[in-house]
């Protein structure tokens, strides 16, 4: 019978979900260019100008496509949307220097970062020609400063960046004695296609990245060099040509080792690069500043809220990547424009690039950067802070596959994951199942390092304390009156596995950890009617590892709650004692108040109209012309166990109440439509109600909500000779 009736439930409350596909979700194809066709894109170029010498005033502008946004009395500076080519000019005068930085929104780096000093004998107007027309965008960053030795180099005649290769410049800047000037030239298939220089004297710590080719830039002097060119993000090298030999590759970049270099030196190479397909990338950063709004879209994660790691990605069923941050020979350090220091992964595989930020003290990790194929399997570590969880269960239309171990997901790479507000801060939870304790908050973390808490509220398994054990753990013996009840409160850390089910009706939703002693204490406030004589109040005793003891406990008249802290978690017994209950807010209940009052509010208030005559109210009691109330009530054993028994699969109870006439229950007849107000803390969009009920007899009744109003729930009873209703619901 209990098998029928589940599979009649199931069948009739059945829910589809059609999840839409989400707009405005595009493959980022990295240096790719992407072109509608019959016209060209449009990209936006963002313009940040910081001047703290007063180079405004002295003259220095800044202009893009001829139109001054900056200097000589111009101070609006933000960015532009061009089409085909932008161009950018920067100004100087004498007794200044200006460093300029551009970067390329698909890989976010460096791609042109440039310091030059006005010169006496050379043009001070230069600047830049970025590609717009394939829809990427560009970040220029200006910043001046007073020059005290300007010297007579820094002749810059332009740059052209064509898709993250700058062709163009001449810039000489004044030479330090502990550096060179050397240009790197290159020609060939895909020549846009080369990521980075980098160039490594023999020496610790001589290492440096070029991005500007075909202009004179700076290396430090050496005995001999190293220089590895690298393709760009999602880009491979076919061969690098060098004197009319072809390079050595070696992991993806082409190698020529033992290169003696003097100041003015050129180096010319032919290469032939090409795009591949196939790739997608992972972005998120912790700095709100550059992060929430920037050229890949918003990839702000809050770090106080949680942090992401990408421990393992997968890729036709081996590994390709194991994140071991200790193990110095799968990673190498590199400096970029404007001192970021980057930790790369340089494993054996060319088709995977994982760039990690780290501030100037390479410490603090700022962002992480991902690319890899699609259909890779990528292995993720969400950590949620104290009071957080996860807060969805796929990314980007992708699923969140959860493992067994804590915090750990994996994904199945079909689009960009540019990752944003994953984590959300979330109550920690009650379950409450006694005849004493009928509703209970908790708050507080107890220490946990992640996740939220859950509190279990149950009638006790283990028998209640004596009257003697009760006095023998009280510090004033004397000023014990009787026993309410026992409970055991048990306490669990909870990491969500996606989204904000219940955990005492979903646990399959969370890793869970059973807590029997936190590191902090938590406070917990149970719902106690007021059943005091004057002069009583009710405290606690609590039994712990076999040891019992009287616990700090303050009852609220007013809000009918027991409140207390507590770091240790097993039986607890109510008790009733000589003294004075609190009353009111002021105090240590103010915090959680408004949620108490409102719970007692609609508590008190469940009826749609109120208390009444059995015509107000709609509901008729044969027999009966007096005032129809509802009140919450635990209900008995006996009740109880047939509702847990019956319970639909995919519902769980909320709470039970009584209909009374002039304040008490009998069993006659009732008909009508009965409608109550849902409390507001049981309100939540798409949340499901129904009541059940049980008749004199042991019959159960399932009643489903005859009403559209998403506050109220309203069922249409033929006839019932009972008075014990409980509100289940399903998510």
């Known amino acids: 019978m209990r098998n029928l009736i589940k599979g009649l439930l199931a069948m009739a409350l059945t829910v589809i979900m059609v999840i839409a596909a989400i707009p405005g979700l595009e493959r980022l194809q990295g240096v790719m260019r992407v072109q509608a066709d019959g016209g060209q894109a449009t990209a936006p170029v963002s313009i940040s100008v910081t001047d703290s010498v007063g180079a405004s005033a002295a003259g220095c502008t800044v202009s893009v496509n001829s139109n001054a946004v900056w200097g000589n009395g111009v101070t609006t500076v933000g960015s532009v949307t061009g089409s085909g080519n932008v161009n950018f000019s920067v100004g100087l005068v004498e007794g200044y220097k200006v460093t300029y930085v551009v970067r390329d929104g698909d890989n976010f780096s460096a791609v042109e970062e440039q310091t030059v000093h006005y010169s006496a004998n050379g043009n001070n107007s230069f600047g830049g020609n970025w590609d717009v027309a394939d829809g990427k965008s560009y970040t220029l960053t200006v910043t001046f400063a007073e020059d005290t030795a300007p010297g007579n180099g820094g002749n810059n005649q332009g740059g052209n960046n064509q898709g993250g290769n700058n062709q163009g410049g001449n810039n000489n800047p004044p030479q330090q004695n502990n550096e060179i000037s050397v240009t790197f030239n290159i020609s060939g298939t895909g020549s846009d296609l080369v990521g980075c220089i980098k160039v490594t004297g023999s020496a610790q710590g001589q290492e440096r990245g070029i991005n500007t080719y075909g202009s004179p830039v700076d290396v430090f002097v050496s005995q001999s060099y190293t220089i590895e060119i690298e393709p760009a993000i999602q880009a491979t090298i076919n061969s690098v040509q060098y004197g009319g030999s072809n390079l050595p590759l070696s992991n993806g970049k082409a190698v020529l080792s033992n290169v003696q270099m003097s100041d003015g030196d050129s180096f010319s190479f032919v290469v032939d690069i090409e795009v591949d397909t196939g790739f997608t990338n992972i972005i998120w950063g912790y700095d709100e500043a550059e992060w929430a709004n920037n050229s890949n879209g918003d990839c702000y994660v809050d770090p106080n809220t949680g942090t992401i790691e990408v421990l393992n990605i997968e890729r036709n069923g081996s590994s390709v990547f194991e994140y071991d941050p200790e193990d110095d020979s799968q990673w190498e350090w590199e400096e970029r424009g404007g001192g970021q220091q980057i930790k790369k992964y340089v494993g054996n595989d060319n088709n995977l690039t994982v760039n990690i930020e780290y501030d100037q003290n390479r410490s603090v990790i700022l962002s992480w950067y991902v690319a890899c194929r ?120 909870i990491i969500s596995k996606g989204g904000n089910t219940s955990y005492a009706d979903h646990a399959e939703d969370y890793w869970a950890h059973e807590q029997h002693q936190l590191g902090a204490s938590v406070e917990l406030s149970l719902a106690v009617p007021n059943n005091l004589q004057a002069g009583q109040t009710y405290s606690i005793v609590r039994e712990h590892d076999g040891v019992y003891e009287q616990i700090d406990a303050v009852y609220n008249t007013d809000l009918e709650m027991l409140t207390f802290e507590s770091d240790r978690f097993s039986q607890y017994t109510i008790i009733v004692v000589e003294g004075e209950p609190e009353t009111g807010v002021t105090n240590s209940t103010a915090a959680a108040a408004p949620e108490f009052n409102q719970y007692k509010h609609d508590m008190d208030n469940l009826l749609a109209s109120g208390s009444g005559t059995p015509g107000a109210v709609g509901l008729v009691v044969e027999g009966q012309s007096g005032t129809i109330t509802a009140k919450p009530d635990t209900q008995g054993p006996k009740y109880r166990e047939v509702i847990k028994f019956f319970m639909p699969t995919g519902w769980a109870e909320a709470f039970s109440f009584n209909i009374l006439v002039d304040g008490k229950p009998n069993y006659n007849s009732k008909s009508g439509t ?53 509100v289940i619901y399903s998510d």
């Open 374 to 493: 699609e259909n890779d399997i990528v292995t993720f570590c969400f950590v949620p802070k104290p009071g957080y969880q996860l807060g969805q269960a796929s990314i980007n239309g992708m699923a969140l596959d959860p493992q067994e171990e804590d915090c750990l997901f994996n994904i199945e790479m079909r689009n960009l994951l540019h990752i944003s507000g994953v984590f959300v801060q979330r109550d920690n939870q009650t379950a409450v199942d006694s005849e004493t304790v009928t509703y209970a908050t908790l708050s507080g973390t107890g220490g946990i390092e992640c996740g939220t808490l859950a509190a279990s509220i149950e009638d006790s398994s283990d028998p209640v304390p004596s009257d003697a054990t009760i006095k023998a753990a009280m510090d004033n013996a004397g000023a014990f009156v009787d026993t309410v009840g026992s409970v055991d409160i048990g306490m669990t850390q």
């Open 674 to 726: 009965l409608t109550i107000n849902i409390p507001k803390y049981l309100r939540k969009e798409g949340r499901q109600f129904m009541i059940m009920a049980v008749d004199k007899t042991g019959q159960l009744y399932v009643y489903a909500d005859a009403d559209t109003n998403a506050d109220t729930l309203s069922i249409v009873i033929p006839k019932l000779e009972g008075y014990a209703f409980t």
